[in-house]
C-alpha cells in the first residue's frame, strides 16, 4: 500500500502520548508539532489510528498545500483545489480552519475564502454548487496556516475523536474522553492492566467523584481491550471516494474479537468482584451517568453508588475492593482517579483548602498499597493534600492548565520511606515547580527574536509591577501591556485561559512588512511569557476612530453563534458574559472597573439610568448596590439581550429591571421620568440606524448633558464618562451645572501608565 502522510491533533502536553500511539499503528517518520504529530504511514495506518487512537481529537490527510500571504492565496488555492476527485458534488461540506503564527485574517475569514473558492470551481465544473452543514457534514475540510503556509486536509475522523458513540445522550462531561484517557495512561493504568495480567489477577479502579463517568468507562475499556471508536457509527472518510470500504470491515472485525476476548478476560479474573467503581455526592448525576452509560461495551462491568467523600461515611458505604484477586501489598493492580472540583478562589481559610485536606487524610489512611492521581486546576490544592507526589503531570482540560499529581500510598513502608512521607512536601513541591518553569522559561526566552525578548521583558516587568495590586484587589482580568514602547504598539488584556491583543492600526507611514513582523514578536513574546497556546490568543485590528466610524464593530470574518462563544468571568463578586471572539471588545470596558464600583457604592435605594448601555455591566453594579430599579437604554437589540443576560446571571429580580431599545437621545427627548443616578457614556462617534445624523461627541455633547440632566431628580447625579482622548468639557456647561472632574479617582494599577483611557465627571443640578 502507497505510505502518505497524516497529521494527528491532540491536547496540548499530550503529543508524546500520541507519538507512541501511533508508532503502535506503524506510523513512521514522526515530528512532534504544538498540538499534535506527523506521521507516514499507509491509508490502514490512519484507520488504525481513526479506530483506536485514545488520544486524538482528528486525523487529518493532507491534500494540498500552498503559499498564503493574503487572503486572496486562500481562496485562490481552493478554487485550484480538485475536490472532485475525493468526494461527490451531492456531498454536504464543512470548513474549519486555523492559523499559527500569521495574522493575514481571522479564522473564520479564511474558512470563508475555502468555501468562496470551492463553490467557485463547482461552479465552473457543474453550473452548482456544494452543500454546507456544520453540523453533521459528509466531508469535512481543514485549513491550517502557519507563518506563510498554508494547506488544506481531509478531516478522516469526521466529528472529533473524543466523541466515543458509548452514550446514549450528548452530555457536558467533567473531562474529554481522550483527556481521562490521557490521565490514566499518565497514572500508569496500561502497567497495571499488565501487570494484573501477567499475575494472574485483576485491576481494580475507583473514581470517587466520577460525575458522568468517563474516567470510569475509559478505565473499563483499556481494561477489556476495546477500541475506543467501536461504537462510533459514522468517520470522515464514510463518503470519501478513495474509502476503503473492505479494509474498515476487516479492522472493525479485527477490533470485535479483541473486544470479545478482553471482556471475557477481565470477567474471568474478576471472579464476579465489581473492579470498576464509580461514586459521587451528586445521585442525579450518578444515575444519569448510569442511564447514558447502560449502552457502553463495558456497562456491566461499572459498578455505580452514591457516596460522600467529605464524610466518614464513605468507607462504610463502598470500601476499596479487598478480594484476593486484588489484595496484597504493592500497587500493581489497583488505582483511584479522581478529577474533584477546582474551587473559585484559593486562600488559606477557603473551605476548598480543607476539602482537599480532608482527602488526603483519607487517602493517607484507607487507601495503603493503591495508586492515586489527582487531577487539579490549581497547584495548591494538589500541595493541600498533604501527600508527597512521585510526578507531576501538565494536562488541559478544555481551556484549563490543570495539574496531574500521582501518589502511591505506602502499605508496609521502611523506615525511610515512612519518614520521607512524614515531611512536609508543599515547600518541595513548590520549588520543584519554580525551578521547571524557571528552566522552561529560559528555553522560551532564548528562542525569541531580540524584538521579542524585549517585549518578553516589559510583560514581566508590567507582571511583577501589578502582582501585588492583583492579589489584594482580586481582580482576574486586567491590562498587561498598553503600547508601552512605540515599536509594540498594541495593548494586551488578560481574560483567564485567555488573552486578547488588541493591534492599535500602524500610520500609513509605516511599512505594512515592518509592523506585521513587531505584531508577531509580541504575540509571540505573550505566548511565550504566559506560555499559551494559539487558539489561547485573541488578535484583534483596532482602528483609530474618526469620521463616522462607531466605537464597537464585529472582528472581521463571519460572525459565530453568540450564545455559543460567549463565556462566564467574575469581576468584584458578580458574574458576567464576555465573547473574546466576535467583536473587537469583549462585552466589558476594563478600564471602567474603578467607575463600576463608583456606581455601586453610590445606588443604594436609587433609581438608575445607563444610557448607551452595551452590555449591562453598569446596570449589574448598580443593581448590587442596591438600586431600586434599573433602566438600560441602547440602540443595539443584540447588547440589550447580552445585558439581560448578564443580570439573570447575577439572579437580580426581572421585575425591577427594564431593557430599552432606542437611540438614546431620541429617547431623552421623549422620556417623562427622573432618575437619581444616570450614568452616560457615550461613543465617539454614532451613525445609529436609529438616527438620521451623525453624533460627534465633541460637537454634540452640551445638548446631550443639557438633555440628560434634565432628567435628573433634584438631588440626583449624573456620571459622566467617555474615551475620547481629544475630548474638551464646554466651558459653558460649568456656568450651568455643578461640574468636578474625577478622572485621576477612576484609574486603576493596570492603566496607570494610559491615564488618558477615559475621562470622568460628576455632574448635578447646581445647588442654588
Not at 452530555?171 to 496500561?190: D, H, I, K, Q, S
Not at 501487570?195 to 475499556?221: K, N
Not at 511583577?464 to 498587561?480: A, D, M
Not at 483567564?496 to 500609513?508: A, D, F, N, S, T
Request: aromatic share 10%; hydrophobic share 35%; with cysteine.
Amino acid at each position: 500500500m502507497n505510505k502518505h502522510t497524516f497529521f494527528a491533533t491532540c491536547p496540548f502536553y499530550l503529543e508524546e502520548l500520541l507519538k507512541s500511539e501511533l508508532e503502535n499503528f506503524s506510523g513512521s517518520e514522526m515530528q512532534i508539532a504544538h498540538g499534535g504529530v506527523a506521521f507516514d504511514g499507509t491509508i490502514e495506518t490512519a484507520y488504525r489510528a481513526c479506530l483506536w487512537s485514545r488520544i486524538a481529537n482528528r486525523i487529518l490527510f493532507p491534500l494540498v498545500s500552498f503559499d498564503a500571504d493574503s487572503p486572496e492565496d486562500i481562496r485562490k488555492a481552493a478554487e485550484e483545489f480538485e475536490w472532485e476527485n475525493h468526494f461527490d458534488l451531492a456531498s454536504t461540506i464543512s470548513i474549519d480552519s486555523t492559523l499559527s503564527k500569521t495574522r493575514i485574517c481571522t479564522p473564520d475569514f479564511a474558512a470563508l475564502s475555502v468555501k468562496d473558492g470551492l463553490v467557485d470551481r463547482a461552479r465552473k465544473l457543474t453550473g452548482s454548487r456544494p452543500n454546507v452543514d456544520n453540523n453533521n457534514p459528509d466531508i469535512r475540510l481543514h485549513l491550517h496556516i502557519t507563518l506563510n503556509r498554508g494547506g488544506i486536509a481531509l478531516d478522516l475522523s469526521g466529528a472529533g475523536l473524543h466523541k466515543r458513540g458509548y452514550r446514549l445522550d450528548t452530555v457536558r462531561a467533567g473531562l474529554r474522553e481522550n483527556t481521562a484517557a490521557a490521565v490514566l495512561m499518565r497514572a500508569g493504568w496500561p502497567a497495571i492492566i499488565k501487570t494484573a495480567a501477567e499475575e494472574g489477577r485483576a485491576p481494580a479502579y475507583i473514581d470517587p467523584m466520577c460525575g458522568s463517568g468517563t474516567l470510569l468507562t475509559e478505565a473499563a475499556m483499556m481494561a477489556a481491550d476495546i477500541a475506543p471508536a467501536a461504537s462510533r457509527k459514522h468517520f470522515g472518510f464514510d463518503k470519501w471516494k478513495h474509502h476503503d470500504r473492505d479494509l474498515w470491515n476487516r479492522l472493525t472485525a479485527e477490533a470485535a474479537e479483541r473486544k470479545a476476548a478482553g471482556l471475557a478476560s477481565v470477567k474471568k479474573a474478576a471472579e464476579g468482584i465489581a473492579l470498576f467503581y464509580g461514586r459521587d455526592i451528586n445521585a442525579t448525576a450518578i444515575n444519569a451517568a448510569r442511564t447514558n452509560l447502560r449502552v457502553s461495551p463495558v456497562s456491566e462491568l461499572l459498578s455505580w453508588g452514591v457516596i460522600d467523600i467529605r464524610s466518614g461515611d464513605f468507607f462504610n458505604e463502598a470500601a476499596p475492593p479487598t478480594g484476593e484477586n486484588v489484595s496484597g501489598n504493592s500497587f500493581s493492580c489497583r488505582l483511584l482517579a479522581v478529577n474533584p472540583p477546582y474551587g473559585e478562589r484559593l486562600n488559606k481559610d477557603d473551605d476548598m483548602i480543607g476539602f482537599y485536606r480532608r482527602m488526603g487524610e483519607i487517602f493517607r489512611a484507607e487507601y495503603r498499597g493503591w495508586k492515586i492521581s489527582v487531577l487539579t486546576g490549581h497547584r495548591e490544592l494538589s500541595d493541600a493534600l498533604g501527600l508527597r507526589a512521585d510526578k507531576l503531570n501538565t494536562v488541559y482540560n478544555g481551556g484549563i492548565r490543570c495539574t496531574l499529581a500521582h501518589f502511591r500510598m505506602f502499605n508496609d513502608r521502611p523506615q525511610a520511606a515512612e519518614k520521607r512521607e512524614a515531611e512536609t512536601t508543599a515547600l518541595t513541591a513548590s520549588k520543584k515547580a519554580a525551578a521547571v518553569k524557571a528552566v522552561q522559561e529560559y528555553k522560551s526566552f532564548e528562542e525569541l527574536s531580540p524584538g521579542s525578548q524585549m517585549m518578553y521583558n516589559r510583560l514581566k516587568k508590567n507582571a511583577k509591577r501589578l502582582k501585588s495590586w492583583l492579589k489584594k484587589s482580586g481582580v482576574s482580568c486586567y491590562r498587561l501591556y498598553d503600547a508601552d514602547m512605540p515599536e509594540y504598539s498594541a495593548a494586551v488584556d488578560i481574560y483567564p485561559p485567555e488573552v486578547v491583543i488588541q493591534e492599535y492600526m500602524p500610520p500609513k507611514t509605516i511599512d505594512t512588512v515592518a509592523a506585521s513582523k513587531r505584531l508577531n514578536e509580541a504575540v509571540l513574546a505573550v505566548q511565550s511569557w504566559l506560555q499559551l497556546p494559539d487558539s489561547a490568543i485573541k488578535l484583534k485590528k483596532r482602528k483609530r476612530q474618526s469620521g463616522s466610524s462607531q466605537y464597537e464593530k464585529k472582528q472581521g470574518g463571519r460572525l459565530s453563534d453568540p450564545i455559543a462563544t460567549r463565556r462566564l468571568i467574575s469581576e468584584n463578586g458578580l458574574k458576567f458574559f464576555i465573547d473574546t471572539t466576535s467583536y473587537l471588545d469583549t462585552g466589558i470596558f476594563l478600564d471602567s472597573r474603578p467607575i463600576r464600583s463608583m456606581l455601586r457604592t453610590e445606588a443604594e435605594g436609587k433609581r438608575f439610568l445607563n444610557l448607551f448601555c452595551y452590555t449591562g455591566t453598569a446596570s449589574a453594579y448598580a443593581a448590587a448596590g442596591g438600586a431600586t430599579e434599573t433602566t438600560s437604554v441602547d440602540t443595539s437589540r443584540t447588547y440589550l439581550e447580552w445585558a439581560e443576560a448578564n443580570m439573570k446571571i447575577n439572579n437580580f429580580r426581572e421585575d425591577v429591571h427594564s431593557y430599552v431599545k432606542a437611540d438614546c437621545i431620541s429617547w431623552l427627548k421623549k422620556a417623562n421620568d427622573s432618575w437619581d443616578l444616570i450614568y452616560l457614556d457615550p461613543p465617539t462617534f454614532s451613525n445609529s440606524k436609529d438616527r438620521t445624523d451623525i453624533f460627534d461627541l465633541q460637537k454634540d455633547h452640551e445638548d446631550l448633558i443639557r438633555l440628560t440632566v434634565s432628567r435628573l431628580s433634584d438631588k440626583g447625579r449624573l456620571i459622566f464618562c467617555n474615551n475620547f482622548r481629544k475630548f474638551k468639557m464646554s466651558p459653558e456647561l460649568g456656568k450651568e451645572y455643578d461640574i468636578v472632574e474625577i478622572s485621576e479617582q477612576t484609574i486603576d494599577p493596570d492603566f496607570e501608565r494610559k491615564k488618558s483611557i477615559h475621562r470622568c465627571w460628576r455632574i448635578t443640578k447646581n445647588s442654588t
